[in-house]
């Protein structure tokens, strides 16, 4: 197993290709759209550097994963399914989300809440083939319900659910997050071998320091900054954590696109796509 990674300053995303070394099949987690708030244009450079890479040594790409609906940018899935083929999978919660911000986004009639915009839903303990390799599903809710962690070999992919020991573990306020569910889920994941690569969603880069974006899971036991006490102090310095922080500067755009597969909304009579911002709901 090979893996590489790929960071997006901007909103300090990372995106993984693991490959399967034997057979060159690989499968790209938790891929980047770039989008310009101001101007609502979206661009491919952050998709087209990983569609580069796998053509350049010459993979051939099986899924494209989500890791959750995420609230800080928009996803590549469908510009990368459609220049490099491979089945879109999310955890099966995805419905328990759409259900959700279908209702706040007044979804138009025709949005399924049944995940069928996905091409695979993954529930708790199933396994997919990458190559030869083989990925395990773990569902690790909390920062949503839908949040699911993939574990292949010696590596488990956590998307927002931990980040680097410095920086601790992910919200909970969104809705259907919760810190108690949280904390359960961390410690299913620390439960792993103490030798298993931790390989995080985002590395926010506290006091400037140069991007890292994995650690083992002994060093998250013994390091992580939100993980040295009990379960009752996680949840109340998590929520009273989550009581002081904005809103992520693109949750709006990228919750109503993401909930789709990574599709935008359909177009209006007039040919144009909108994304909606609700205006003193959340």
Known sequence: MRIQHFFDPQTFTLTYIVIDED????AIIDSVLDFDPASGRTHTTSADQVIEYVHDNHLSCDWILETHVHADHISAAPYLQEKLGAKIAI???????QGIFAELFNAEPEF???????GQLLADGDSIQVGGLTLNAMHTPGHTPACMSYQIEDAVFVGDTLFQPDFGTARCDFPGGSAETLWDSVQKILSLPDETRVFTGHDYQPGGREMQYMAT???HKTENIHLQGDKAGFVQMRNERDATLNMPTLIFQSVQTNMRAGEMPPAEENGIRYLKI????V
């Open 23 to 26: 057979t060159k099949r690989c």
């Open 91 to 97: 955890g099966n919660h995805i419905v328990d989300v």
């Open 112 to 118: 399924a809440r049944d995940g069928s915009q996905f």
């Open 217 to 219: 899971v002994s060093e």
């Open 278 to 281: 609700p205006v003193n709901a």
